[in-house]
């Protein structure tokens, strides 16, 4: 596609549900990142693969949050027994490579809400 | 560790006056420097980046940074600023040495608030 898509746009979740949050990175693009933007805040980095490997995970805030990319395309972040602290903005990016010169390229996010 | 600091929340500027969105950063090691810009509902948009060379960076829609070492900043600027500029920026940086991950480190943002 033209640009990095996520779905859903919404959602909506009660406490303890698990959710899963969909992103569809540009094509061909190797690297794909997940991010968390809690309101007012900038993004924070959440997971990182390349290809289908998930290189790091260090900023998973605990072991309910799980990120898998099987194919080495599309990504699926996953949210067990949500919590109300989990609402926020999800934002995937997707990027060449890993050089810094490829830009990040992000999508319009998953919004969250946890009641 | 690295970490951003954006001062302005919130920059009220009037159409076709100039506006300096301020960044910092703090970092033991050389990094790259970026600003993006959100607009309402929108994913982040790249508007410039310093990678190396000229310290004097370009962007799209009529913005330019300048990466200053000694002050470790990265301000934005644009000399005049127009309704469409209306957005939340943000400055992000990178850590400069290659690592298994390049991730972005944002700041918390400014809103630059246009008015007629």
């Known amino acids: 596609g033209a640009g990095v898509s996520q779905s859903p746009r919404y959602k909506v979740a009660k406490r303890g549900q698990d959710v899963a949050l969909r992103c569809d990175p540009i094509s061909g693009h190797v690297s794909l990142f997940w991010y968390q933007q809690a309101l007012g805040q900038g993004p924070e980095f959440l997971t990182y693969?390349?290809?289908?490997?998930?290189?790091?995970k260090s900023g998973l805030p605990s072991d309910r949050f799980f990120a898998e990319r099987p194919e080495g395309s599309v990504s699926t972040l996953k949210i067990q027994r949500t919590q109300q602290e989990d609402s926020a903005v999800y934002l995937c990016?997707?990027?060449?490579?890993?050089?810094?010169?490829?830009?990040?390229?992000f999508g319009p996010g998953t919004r969250l809400t946890v009641l | 560790a690295q970490s951003v600091t954006q001062l302005d929340s919130q920059v009220p500027v009037f159409e076709e006056a100039p506006v300096e969105l301020r960044c910092n950063y703090s970092?033991?090691?050389?990094?790259?420097l970026f600003w993006y810009v959100q607009y309402p509902n929108q994913g982040l948009q790249l508007l410039l980046k310093y990678l190396s060379g000229s310290t004097l960076v370009k962007g799209i829609n009529g913005f330019e940074a300048e990466f200053n070492k000694s002050q470790t900043s990265f301000h934005l600027r644009k000399p005049s600023v127009h309704i469409s500029d209306t957005a939340e920026y943000f400055c992000?940086?990178?850590?400069?040495?290659?690592?298994?991950?390049?991730?972005?480190?944002f700041g918390t943002g400014t809103l630059l608030a246009v008015q007629p």
């Open positions: 970092s033991s090691v050389s990094v790259y």
């Open positions: 992000a940086v990178m850590r400069g040495y290659g690592g298994a991950t390049n991730k972005l480190i």
């Open positions: 693969f390349q290809n289908e490997a998930q290189l790091d």
């Open positions: 990016a997707s990027s060449r490579g890993l050089a810094p010169e490829n830009t990040q390229f």
